[in-house]
C-alpha cells in the first residue's frame, strides 16, 4: 500500500465531512459564544471519531470488503442487519438527492454562462451521468479526481480565510455572551460524518490496521481545524445583532446564501461572495463523491452483487435512480428527510458501530484486535452521547413541524 493511497484516503475523509452547508456551522452555533463553540466542536469530534475507529475494528473483524449490512448482521443479527437498511437507504438517498440538486443548479450556471441555457431536469440527468460515470470507475479514479476537487477546496478555504481575515475584531469574537445550548449537536455531528466511506477505505488501504488509524485521526483533524477557524473568523467579524449581523443571517432562512451577503456588505471585498461560491462548489462535489461512493459499496454489500461489468451497471442504477426520481417526483421529500439526519447519523456511525464492538469485546479472542476502542465505559458514554443527540434532534423537528 502506497503514501499516495494513503493521502488519497485521507482526502476522501476530508471531502466527505466538508460541504457547502459548513458555512453557515457558525450561525447555528454563535450563540455558545467562540469557547464554548470550540468546545463543542471537541465534543462532537470526539465521539464521530470513536464511532468511526469502532466501524473500522468492526469491519477489520468481519473481513475487509464487507460493508455495513454484513457487519450488523453479523454482530448485532436480523434487527441490527434491518435497521441499518433503513436508516442507510433514508439519510443516503436523501443526501444524494440533496446534493443531485445543488450539482444540477451549477451544471445550469455552466451552460448558461456559455450562452446555451438548459432546462433543470436536463442538468439533473447530465449531473447524474457525470457522478455514475466517476463512481462506476471504482476507488482509485475517485480518489484521484477527489484530490484535484480537493485542491480547489483548500485553495478557495485558504484565499477565503485571508481575505476574512484582516477584519477579525478580538472585541467581537468574545462579546457574545455564552448561552449553554444543546440546540446545535445534532447539525455539528452531521459535519463529521465520514464514517461512511471505512468501509471503501478499509478495502481500498487492504485492511491496514495502523494506517487506518492514522487516516482517520489525521482525515478527521483537519476539518475540526478548518470549522475552527471559519468558526473564528464569523464570529469575529460579524457582529451578534444588528442590521449586518449573525441574527440576520439566522432569521433569513437560507443562511448559506446570506452569510456572503452580509459580509459583502460590511467590508465590500467582491473575492467575499466569489471565494464562497468557488468553495461551494468544490465542497458539494467532493462530498457528492463520499456520498455516492459509500452509498455503491453499502449496496454491493448488501446485495452481494459482484463488482464485473454487469453488476456494476445495476449497481450504478440502484444508486443514483432512485435519487434522480426523488429529485424529479418529489422534490420536497428528501429535504424533510434530511431534517431528520442527525438521528439517522447518530444511530447508523454511533449507536450501531458501538454496539458491534461491544459484543467484538465478549470474545476474548476478538481483544487483541479492537484494542482500547472496546472499553466498555468509553462505549457506554458514546452510546449515551448518542441518544441524547437524538433526543435533541426529536425536539427539534417537533419545533420545526409545530
Known sequence: MSLKNSVGAVLLIIGTSVGAAVLALPIATAQLGFIGATLTYFICWFFMTIGALCVLEANLSAGFGTNMVSMSELYLGKMGKWITWGTYLILFYALSASYLTGAS???MHFFEYFQNPISSNTAAIIATISIMAIIFCGTYITDLINRILMLGLFAAFILLSLVTMQHVESELLFAIKP?????????????????????????YLQGNHQQLYRVIIVGSIIPLFMYLLWELLILGTLP??????????GM???PVTELPKQLHQK??????TQGMSYFSVFALFTSILGVCLSLFDFLADGLKIKRNIGGKIGLSAITFLPPLLFVYFFPQGFTFALSFAGIFVSLLLGILPALMVWRLSNHQS???????????????ITILFFLIVI???CHNVYELIY
Open 105 to 107: 443548479s451549477w451544471v
Open 179 to 203: 448561552k449553554f445550548d444543546l440546540q446545535p449537536l445534532p447539525l455539528i455531528i452531521t459535519a463529521f460524518g465520514y464514517a461512511i466511506i471505512v468501509p471503501t477505505l478499509t478495502h
Open 240 to 249: 451578534f445583532s444588528g442590521d449586518i449581523s449573525l441574527t440576520t443571517v
Open 252 to 254: 433569513s432562512g437560507n
Open 267 to 272: 467590508f465590500n471585498h467582491p473575492f467575499i
Open 366 to 380: 476478538e481483544k487483541k484486535i479492537i484494542g482500547w476502542v472496546a472499553n466498555k465505559a468509553l462505549l457506554s
Open 391 to 393: 433526543t435533541i434532534e
